[in-house]
């Protein structure tokens, strides 16, 4: 059986901007949540999207 599981978190960085590119980011993202999973139950295909957003 396929779940399909869709989550969205909006992180808001204090400081100064995050010096990662988008390509950075989404690979820590992936690999970061992918090992919170037990590997029992399958191993997770894990999509970031990254969207900047400037505020003052």
């Not at 993202?29 to 957003?53: N, W």
Request: hydrophobic share 35%.
């Amino acid at each position: 059986m396929k779940e399909k599981i869709i989550t969205n978190v909006t992180i808001v960085t204090q400081g100064e901007p995050c010096e990662m590119d988008d390509e950075a980011l989404r690979e820590w993202y992936e690999s970061h949540i992918a090992a919170l999973f037990d590997p029992r139950y399958g191993t997770p295909k894990i999509t970031v999207e990254v969207q900047r957003i400037e505020e003052e």
